[in-house]
Nanobody
């Protein structure tokens, strides 16, 4: 298990932008595939976006494709999620996940690490 540290959530008006960041803390000996999921109250956790170990292959849920962009941060095992054109449906808690054997895309899988979640609120 690894620890993930998330940051960047907050309140934004509809149509605005936010950037979320997530980093694998502690010493890491291998690259991690990383992803973002989100969960609204009373709903199942859902996949948002992921990238592979090199960061060159990226995957998006249909609901966010064209508006969100996932990328590596400054460190090898960091990931950012740039969210543009936000709407109230983008409001849930966002969770980061990391794994070194599979690309996180299943919200029910027990990955090497899950973040604690960061709240995004889109409201006027």
């Amino acid at each position: 298990q690894v620890q993930l540290v998330e940051s960047g959530g907050g309140l934004v008006q509809p149509g605005g932008s936010l950037r979320l960041s997530c980093a694998v803390s502690g010493r890491t000996n291998s690259a991690y595939a990383m992803a973002w999921f989100r969960q609204a109250p009373g709903k199942f956790r859902e996949f948002v976006a992921a990238l592979n170990w090199s960061g060159r292959n990226k995957y998006y849920a249909d609901a966010v494709r064209g508006r969100f962009s996932i990328s590596r941060g400054n460190g090898e095992n960091t990931v950012q999620l740039q969210m543009n054109s936000l709407n109230p449906q983008d409001t849930p808690v966002y969770y980061c996940a990391a794994d070194h054997t599979r690309i996180p895309d299943d919200p029910t899988w027990n990955y090497a690490g899950w973040g604690q979640g960061t709240q995004v609120t889109v409201s006027s």
